[in-house]
């Protein structure tokens, strides 16, 4: 996905674009307003960050502009401030979502999930893997004439997978992008969801297989 | 709002002056109209007495060698016009009574004199008076003494100190409801200016406007200054909550995203799980940060209530929309049902954030793969949010104590919390005239965290 981040604490932008591009989205940090003006000008972003203190203005009265633009790009409000302190909701304002700093990037990708799904989402989000069609927006799998919904932790894991077919993943790593940090998981639990994404993956030509002391890795044939 | 020390009232204090002196001045009316007519009256009696005196000695006259006296028919007539008064008399001369009663001594000394004693058992009024009658033998000094009974007149000067009682009594009332009506209005203004600052919201400190009068101008000007500053202190309060909010998380964001890229990186399962404690820890303390400072607001916002009305059903949906992808990320269903769709009057924003926590908690303490129900329903005057999980429920103990600050249950190791979530529901909760309850589910595991609310 291609993003628009706009912040203007340059630490945690560089590291949020970094972190961003680790799950291979493409992103433009933009530091103060008339930057982000620009670039939102130029480009078309599939979703934009917005932070609501910035130097030259209130994030604000971006969004308020960008909605008079009547443009279509979601916004995510990123604050600092309590959701109580603000008397005002950005939502009223027009943002999709927002979320708190500092954030689980793994609850972004959920609330960017659950805004591109409610504003009907893009054709980009399909991605073929031998007879498997991958919808990673709905969290849907299509072999043949069979679709299956996905719940969310095994949309999640078959993401990482889709994401560099025949890559090997440890399960360890596996664990971390599947439970949040406070959750006490075991790597039995990895085990259940490669289970249930073979059974949905039976009868294909991808599938996800074993390598022995290493991890898994998804294999289309 | 607690009410100020008292020492003493305006009103009291200028009733009970009004009140004293009205009655000093009655008391001293009544004593000074008591002794008037009581001098009065004496002395009009004294004239009748000293005329009809002066009348009999004149009539006294020398005739045949002997002492000859006349009872004039005038100075009874006189004497009668006091009222029923019986009048003694006694004439003496040098050698003795001449005439009259035996037992009326005449009053020692020269001149008319007056007394006043008892005479026959009775309360008297006395004269004495002589008269040098001319003789060929030279002046015999005649002397003629009159007692005259008081009952009349003690009558009528009894009626007069009545009449002054009254109207000593009826000036103390009238002053009295005077004294009311001037305590009243001259505590006017202060009540006006009271009740026109007890009407006002809480946010409302724009300065008093109404004319008050003069000698108020001060208090009001200073209760105007004061609400200046207050305002002024209450907006940097409000600015320093959610300031602090953004120069503690800010920073922490970074370090949390950095770690995460570093996880990514990091092979060595060791180093992996340091990171991982790292995160956690970073997690705990800006949830921590979080909390507090939601906790501040909260407590700062529930001071300052702006009431609006708010439509549950819809703040329900709305909660548990902003709350979908949370509980997704470990697929728990939130399921909403609207029992019915009662409104309360309230800040929206608290209210919501009650509901967020104990939502929040819910989706936390629950298993993977479980369901959270939102059930709004609507009993006796009262809307419940009741939010059940499937979760680990509360420890053996039950829920008590876990709204208090800090407070978290002991069976949630390895939850990441900050013992503020049930502290703020219930502080909204009260601030709204509601509650908050707790229980286990009777059948089944997990919890069932209900909110109430009046109904508007």
């Given amino acids: 996905m291609r993003f628009l981040l706009i912040e203007d604490n340059d630490n945690l932008a560089r590291a949020a674009v970094d972190r961003l591009s680790l799950d291979g989205h493409v992103v433009d940090h933009a530091g103060s307003l008339s930057e982000a003006q620009d670039f939102a000008a130029t480009t078309d972003y599939d979703l934009i960050l917005l932070d609501i203190m910035l130097p030259d203005g209130d994030g604000r009265s971006f969004l308020k502009a960008h909605r008079e633009r009547r443009a279509e790009t979601p916004v995510i409000v990123t604050t600092a401030r309590s959701e109580v302190s603000d008397r005002v909701s950005v939502l009223d304002l027009g943002a999709d979502d927002y979320i708190t700093k500092p954030f689980d990037f793994s609850e972004l990708e959920a609330r960017c999930r659950a805004v591109l799904r409610r504003r009907g989402g893009a054709a980009s989000n399909l991605k073929q893997l031998g007879d498997v069609e991958f919808d990673s927006l709905s969290g849907t799998l299509r072999i043949g004439d069979n679709s299956i919904r996905l719940r969310n932790r095994e949309l999640r894991l078959f993401e990482v997978f889709a994401s560099s077919p025949d890559q090997i993943f440890s399960k360890a790593k596996l664990l971390d992008r599947l439970f949040s940090y406070d959750e006490e998981a075991t790597e039995n639990a990895i085990e259940v969801y490669v289970g249930r994404l073979r059974r949905h993956l039976q009868g294909s030509r991808a599938a996800i297989v074993t390598v022995r002391g290493l991890g898994y890795r998804l294999t289309v044939t | ?456």
């Fill in chain 2, 1 to 456: 709002m607690s009410a100020a020390p008292v020492q003493g009232s305006i009103r009291r204090r200028l009733l009970v002056q009004l009140l004293g002196g009205a009655m000093l001045l009655a008391v001293a009316l009544f004593i000074i109209v008591q002794s008037l007519a009581r001098q009065l009256a004496q002395d009009s009696q004294d004239n009748i007495l000293t005329a009809a005196a002066s009348a009999m000695l004149d009539t006294v006259a020398m005739q045949d060698g002997a002492l000859q006296v006349d009872l004039p028919y005038a100075a009874f007539s006189m004497l009668s016009s006091l009222g029923n008064e019986r009048v003694f008399y006694a004439v003496h001369a040098p050698s003795g009574l001449v005439t009259g009663y035996q037992d009326l001594v005449p009053i020692a000394g020269t001149g008319t004199r007056f007394d006043t004693r008892a005479f026959r058992g009775e309360d008297m009024r006395l004269i004495t008076a002589t008269r040098m009658l001319a003789l060929e033998q030279g002046p015999l000094p005649v002397t003629v003494t009159l007692a005259q009974t008081r009952d009349g007149l003690s009558r009528t000067v009894d009626q007069i100190v009545a009449m002054a009682a009254a109207l000593g009594t009826g000036f103390f009332l009238s002053v009295a409801v005077l004294a009311g009506l001037a305590a009243r209005t001259s505590i006017g203004p202060i009540l006006r200016l009271t009740e026109s600052v007890e009407r006002r919201g809480p946010q409302d400190l724009r300065p008093v406007t109404a004319p008050v009068p003069a000698e108020m101008a001060p208090l009001v000007g200073a209760l105007n200054t004061f609400m200046d500053r207050l305002k002024i202190s209450l907006q940097r309060s409000e600015e320093f909550i959610a300031d602090a909010a953004h120069r503690v998380r800010t920073p922490l964001a970074t370090v949390r995203t950095q770690a995460e890229i570093t996880l990514r990186r990091v092979e060595k399962e060791e180093n992996r799980a340091s990171v991982r404690e790292m995160i956690r820890a970073i997690d705990e303390s800006s949830r921590a940060a979080g909390q507090l400072l939601d906790h501040a607001m909260v407590t700062f916002r529930t001071d300052h209530l702006e009431p609006e009305t708010i439509d549950l059903g819809a703040l329900c949906e709305d909660t548990v929309e902003r709350l979908r992808p949370m509980a997704d990320l470990r697929d728990i269903d939130l399921r909403v049902t609207l029992c019915a769709r009662p409104t309360t009057s309230g800040d929206r924003i608290l209210v919501q954030s009650a509901l967020r926590n104990v939502l929040d908690n819910a989706i936390k303490y629950s298993q993977p793969e479980s369901e959270v129900d939102v059930t709004l329903r609507a009993r006796s005057g009262m809307a419940a949010l009741e939010v059940r999980d499937r979760g680990i429920g509360f420890p053996a103990g039950g829920p008590e104590g876990l709204t208090g600050r800090f407070v978290r249950g002991a069976n949630v190791e390895g939850v990441v919390g900050s013992g503020l979530g049930l502290t703020i529901a219930e502080e909204v909760a009260r601030a709204h005239g509601g509650h908050l309850s707790a229980q286990n589910n009777e059948e089944g595991p997990g919890a069932c965290v209900t909110l109430c609310f009046p109904s508007a």
